[in-house]
């Protein structure tokens, strides 16, 4: 965790529950929308507990990999030059000279299916400046927003 972490974070927190708000009127009735910013909440305390266990407890994982020894590259070469991180994030897993100080590094790169993680990470770390917790707390969103979107078909069945 970094200072970072502290300052990025609490901001997407702020526009996390501010979309909440709003859209809760639309996606739900007033039986259902009583449990909406409790499910986001229990969603977003979940992402970053387990960054916390993951950091402190266990001194790493798979989500501390996919962002320590994949995206974190990504993110480099957006610093060094936004082309060279497009270009890392449409890869198709052969190391190209221009992107291989970068592509060499990433433990995931050969490996696509766990490289299409890697890529949706960098592109979060874009919005959340590489900021491990902010961009947890945006896959916890968009999680959220998939299971009550299932949580609603199946209520309206």
Known sequence: MELKDLLVTP????????????IRRRLSD????????PALTVRL???????LIYQFYY?????????????????????????KAIKLIFADGQHHADTFVY???IWYYRDLPS?????VVAVLDLL???????????????????LCSMFRSFYQL
């Open 11 to 22: 901001v997407w927190l702020i526009i996390i529950y501010g979309v909440a708000f709003v």
């Open 30 to 37: 007033p039986v259902t929308r009583k449990y909406f910013i």
């Open 45 to 51: 305390m979940g992402a970053i507990g387990m960054g």
């Open 59 to 83: 001194d790493g994982g798979d989500t501390f990999n996919f962002f320590t020894h994949g995206s974190q590259y990504i993110w480099e070469a957006w610093k060094d030059s936004p082309l």
């Open 103 to 105: 592509s060499s590094q």
């Open 115 to 119: 490289y299409f993680v890697v890529r």
């Open 128 to 146: 959340t400046f590489h900021t491990y917790s902010a961009t947890a707390c945006l896959f916890a969103t968009i999680s959220c927003m998939g």
